[in-house]
């Protein structure tokens, strides 16, 4: 095995195991007529049946490495090193050797299974092309092999399901429907890029343990990538951490997360919100006869069906409550209607029964002129850090929009108040006429969370405010976010998908499930002994990034599911 | 990629993400651009050129100044006796005049009704981009030759059929574009801050939709032009003794042999300022967009 120069070399394979060997790798884009590298002299090897990630950052070039094994980078590449698979060297192999390797031996599995199907020929169809594009076999052998392959990757009723096509299947059907297309050839190696990223953390589960059953049964190796430090813990045997196109550490699962080497390596583990045992968010009793911020009692929304049909009803009868300085995660599954919620709160979408009362007023019921006071009392932080910025605005602008719209101050205090509060949210006043495009995903979602504050509410919806950034940002963010909730003491309906962030800065957790309340209380009491069985699941389906407690977790989801 | 990449090293607080270039005045960064700064000066030029026409052209459009069909004057003699670059100057008033009239009363009424569509959405939109699609379901010149028929063949009819009928170009494209932006998280921003609905499709949806727009109306006024020309051509729009430049192509076709120059000023002319439109269009279309700030320039 070769390991890159800057790694801890550690030796688990033989050459005779080794199946593919990328060896000082370096690939470089053609931008405008100039080579940027995006990868630089990596080196990296899989044995046999081995399940190898490569972790790290966006733009830390592990997708580029591993897309450069099958050529699938485009015309403005250029590799150069050695990549060996068996005993082929597949740099500089021309397209129709290639080919016979593509999805035979080397299969690959996509973030995205949407748009890694296509749309317009059924689950059926795709996996009999994919099978007889290698192998010439009958059309009803490539069914009946179908069939069995979508049995395989449990789809429930295949027989139905061969038919369908893919926009009527759930996310986690399809992402199956596209790993059996993937192993439909028996490869030696599956790369698998991201493949649980863009799915709840149920089904992710679900996912990797048919990772995990196939890479046992069909004896593949299997190449992860991701920046999920819980799913390296999960699925890895050995880790490649990646960092601005360059190797930084490679080692055996446990060692690296019981013995990062690498300072990076340190950083990016301990950047993971996770809540250390003992620590809690202090449940200060300063204002323990503070008032209620928020009210939500029996919210129901219904978003109206189209010509006559019936709507669909996203929140049954929701109460919750949110006490003077507190922190509220609402956690959920994506369809759970939890962002709903937020949005019915500022008033985005209608309730269409029940109340909700912001500092003791029925904003339900509040005409849009009684409703006008009552707005800087509460704002909203988003999401997207790609949108939640008008692009025509310096950021300046951005976060004077609100003062100057609920008339505020006048121009030089808001021009004041925009400085004090890029200073808050650390950065730096001069760039207050800088624009949207400027700036980072995380500095952006500090300009969103500058603008949220700029009236100093008393309420702030944060709907995943974290979920779009990589991991040591999000980590910035919201050690940011916990520090001005403790400064300004405002409380906040925090919606998240995930249970860490959520256990590091709610005083209390509320879960839903297709729109309806399933549990609520005090947030170590939820997460650490869950009352009911879906939360239970929630909990276990959610990897923790320590190799010997995640493998404890999965026994305790393999008995809830089996 | 407009994003710098972000990673634990990078600490806090974070370093700017490029130098601090870019940010000249809005004329420099025009003058910068060669091509748009020479379409835009051409412009500058026939727009001065027909406003002031009647103190520019050296004879009035009407007189006889010479012997029919000669080289006399700078441009030559037309079948009547009359100056050809008088008419050329007085001809570009008129035919500039009628293209910008038609194409502000589309672009106004288009983009506001596109605007209405796209945000308010339901039965709003569905109302009015049917009547859209009524108006695109006729032929142009058909339609043009009917309304300018009935109503007789005067200029302001013509700048009204014109206008009229170039309503759906801004209304779809804005439509299209104000789907797509009313869901972004900053117009929600918008909403929850509390501003107006007038206000968020001025301020806010507006200038984010107004790239494809500038491109509309440069792209229209070229098509207008053309379209004036047609109408005059076929005797609809501009009546002698007036000229437009399309009513100079249409008579300067019967002297192609005689004298070439007659179809040719005009036809030339024409397609000059259709260019020059296109040109400048793009490049507005850059340089008002902050994004493209300090990349082409």
């Known amino acids: ?562 | 990629m407009a994003t710098a990449p972000e990673s634990v090293a990078q600490a806090l607080p974070d370093t700017p993400s490029r130098a601090n270039g870019g940010r000249k005045p809005f004329f420099k960064r025009m003058l910068a651009n060669r091509r748009t700064s020479v379409a835009g000066a051409f412009l500058l030029l026939i727009v001065v050129v027909a406003v002031l026409a009647p103190l520019i052209a050296p004879h009035d459009y009407r007189d006889i100044v010479g012997k029919p069909l000669t080289s006399g004057g700078t441009l030559g003699i037309d079948d009547f006796g009359r100056d050809v670059l008088s008419r050329l100057i007085i001809g570009l008033r008129t035919s500039l005049g009628v293209a910008v009239s038609a194409v502000l009363v589309a672009g106004v009424i288009g983009v506001a009704l596109g605007l209405v569509a796209g945000y308010v959405g339901r039965w709003v939109s569905t109302i009015i981009m049917r009547g859209i699609d009524v108006l695109l379901s006729f032929p142009p010149i058909v339609l043009a030759i009917a309304v300018v028929a009935i109503l007789g063949p005067a200029l302001v009819n013509v700048v009204l059929v014109i206008g009229v009928l170039y309503i759906p170009r801004f209304t779809r494209i804005v439509y299209s574009q104000v789907l797509s932006i009313r869901s972004m998280e900053y117009v929600e921003a918008s909403k929850i801050m509390g501003t107006r609905p007038a206000d968020i499709l001025a301020k806010t949806i507006l200038p984010n939709v107004s790239a494809p727009i500038i491109v509309q109306l440069s792209l229209s006024v070229s098509f207008a032009i053309q379209m004036e020309a047609g109408l005059s051509f076929l005797g609809l729009g501009a009546q002698p003794p007036l000229p437009s430049l399309g009513t100079m192509v249409g008579a300067g076709r019967d002297f192609l042999e005689v004298q070439p120059t007659l179809l040719i000023y005009p036809s030339v002319l024409i397609i000059l300022v259709v260019l020059a439109l296109n040109v400048f269009g793009d490049g507005m279309r850059d340089l008002l967009d902050p994004r493209h700030r300090g990349k082409n320039s």
């Open chain 1, 1 to 562: 095995m070769t390991t890159g120069t800057t790694t801890g070399t550690e030796t688990g394979t033989t050459p005779s195991d080794t199946i593919l060997a990328v060896e000082r790798l370096s690939v470089d884009f053609q931008i405008a007529g100039e080579w940027t590298p995006a990868v630089k002299d990596v080196s990296f090897s899989v044995a046999k049946g081995e399940v190898v990630a490569l972790v790290g950052e966006s733009g830390s070039g592990k997708s580029v490495s591993s897309m450069s094994v099958l050529g699938l980078l485009g015309p403005n590449a250029r590799r150069r090193g050695s990549i060996r698979f068996g005993g082929t060297e597949l740099l500089g192999l021309d397209e129709e050797a290639l080919r016979a390797i593509r999805g035979r031996r080397i299969a690959m599995i996509f973030q995205e299974p949407m748009t890694a199907l296509n749309p317009v020929y059924t689950i059926g169809e795709q996996i009999v092309e994919a099978i007889q594009c290698h192998e010439p076999v009958p059309a009803a052998e490539a069914r009946a092999r179908t069939l069995e392959l979508l049995k395989k990757v449990g789809i429930p009723e295949p027989e139905r399901r061969m038919h369908s096509y893919p926009h009527q299947l759930s996310g986690g059907q399809r992402q199956r429907a596209m790993i059996a297309m993937a192993v439909s050839g028996s490869p030696e190696v599956i790369i698998a890029d991201e493949p649980t990223t863009a799915l709840d953390v149920t089904v992710q589960a679900e996912i990797l343990e048919l990772l995990r059953r196939l890479r046992e049964d069909l004896g593949s190796a299997v190449v992860i990538i991701t920046h999920d430090m819980g799913v390296v813990a999960d699925l890895a045997d050995r880790v490649v951490v990646m960092r601005e196109g360059q190797v930084v550490e490679e080692a055996p699962v446990t060692r690296l997360f019981s013995d990062p080497r690498h300072e990076y390596t340190r950083k990016l583990l301990s950047a993971v919100p996770r809540q250390q045992p003992g620590e809690e968010p202090e449940a200060d009793a300063g204002d323990a006869g503070g008032s209620t911020t928020l009210r939500v009692a029996d919210l129901e929304v219904e978003y109206p069906g189209r010509l006559g049909r019936k709507g669909f009803k996203a929140v049954h009868g929701v109460s919750v409550t949110i006490e003077k300085g507190k922190v509220l995660g609402l956690v959920g599954e994506s369809g759970s209607g939890k962002s709903t919620i937020g949005r019915a709160i500022v008033g985005l979408v209608r309730a269409s029964a029940g109340s909700i009362e912001i500092c003791g007023q029925d904003v339900t019921s509040l005409k849009p002129k009684e409703l006008r006071g009552l707005r800087r009392k509460y704002s909203m932080v988003f999401q997207d850090p790609g949108s939640s910025l008008n692009p025509r605005l310096s950021i300046g602008d951005s976060i004077a929009a609100p003062m100057i719209v609920n008339r505020y101050a006048d121009r030089r205090a808001v021009q004041q108040r925009v400085l004090d509060l890029l200073d808050q949210v650390e950065l730096p006043t001069g760039w207050a006429d800088r624009f949207p495009h400027e700036l980072s995903g995380g500095q952006r979602q500090r300009v969103g969370i500058a603008r949220a504050l700029a009236l100093d509410p008393e309420l702030l919806i944060a709907d995943e405010p974290t979920s779009a950034l990589d991991v040591s940002v999000q980590a910035t963010v919201l050690r940011l976010f916990q520090d001005l909730q403790d400064r300004l003491g405002f409380s906040c309906l925090f919606i998240s998908h995930d249970l860490g962030v959520v256990e590091l800065l709610s005083h209390d957790v509320a879960v839903l499930q297709h729109g309806r309340l399933v549990e609520s209380g005090p947030a170590r009491d939820v997460l650490r002994d869950p009352r009911t069985d879906y939360t239970r699941r929630l909990i276990a389906a959610a990897p923790v990034p320590d190799p010997v407690e995640q493998a404890e977790r999965r026994r305790l989801w393999r008995e809830m599911a089996g």
